[in-house]
T-cell receptor, first 110, second 124 residues
């Protein structure tokens, strides 16, 4: 399977703490994207990082990409209860389609 | 941002019946749409790529005769689950991507897929 792996599978932290999720993939990519999914809902696009970029920021989100290790991380700083969701990385290997990781279920405890 | 809608949001049907799910891009022309299936607590699995005006491309293991895809216009793709069985119960999500109307600075195209809210299918 081309699917990547995310780690951890589940993460529970206190509100205000930082949350870090990791994603590894198997093939070369054009870009890597992170999505959020609230329970039973569709996906919300968070951030896209291209293969020639190493780090990208968007608000409280920070994404890194290491193409030599085929890995990426998503950091959410100063977490809030509303950040509770599942987070998926998805890679674009250049065939128009996205390959999703297994996801990390993040729970922010008030 | 771009909006993609799905209809219905939830459907319950009897085993053996067919169910049609619509995916619409509301504010852009989607030359390519994708259909995913997601089982509880699992990730999204791509089922097929739908290109406007041509036949869909199915992923390995997905039965094209069971999951009929039609992309007759630049804003609408439909997925029909034929002769549905309980094991077809799942969350079906579409996404849309525009390769033509979203040229960015320097001639780059938008790489973002916009996802619909999903359709929960329950087959009794």
């Amino acid at each position: 399977s081309q699917q990547g792996e995310e780690d951890p599978q589940a993460l529970s932290i206190q509100e205000g703490e930082n949350a870090t999720m990791n994603c590894s993939y198997k093939t070369s990519i054009n870009n890597l994207q992170w999505y959020r999914q609230n329970s039973g809902r569709g996906l919300v696009h968070l951030i896209l990082i291209r293969s020639n970029e190493r780090e990208k920021h968007s608000g409280r989100l920070r994404v890194t990409l290491d193409t030599s290790k085929k890995s990426s991380s998503l950091l959410i700083t100063a977490s809030r209860a509303a950040d509770t969701a599942s987070y998926f990385c998805a890679t674009d290997p250049g065939a128009q389609k996205l390959v999703f990781g297994q996801g990390t279920r993040l729970t922010i405890n008030p | 941002g771009a909006v993609v809608s799905q209809h219905p949001s939830r459907v319950i049907c009897k085993s053996g019946t067919s169910v049609k799910i619509e995916c619409r891009s509301l504010d852009f022309q989607a030359t390519t749409m994708f259909w995913y299936r997601q089982f509880p607590k699992q990730s999204l699995m791509l089922m097929a790529t739908s290109n406007e005006g041509s036949k869909a491309t199915y992923e390995q293991g997905v039965e094209k005769d069971k999951f009929l895809i039609n992309h007759a216009s630049l804003t609408l793709s439909t997925l029909t689950v034929t002769s549905a069985h309980p094991e077809d119960s799942s969350f079906y999500i579409c996404s849309a991507r525009d390769f033509r109307g979203t040229r960015l600075a320097g001639g780059r195209r938008s790489d973002t897929q916009y996802f619909g809210p999903g359709t929960r299918l329950t087959v009794l």
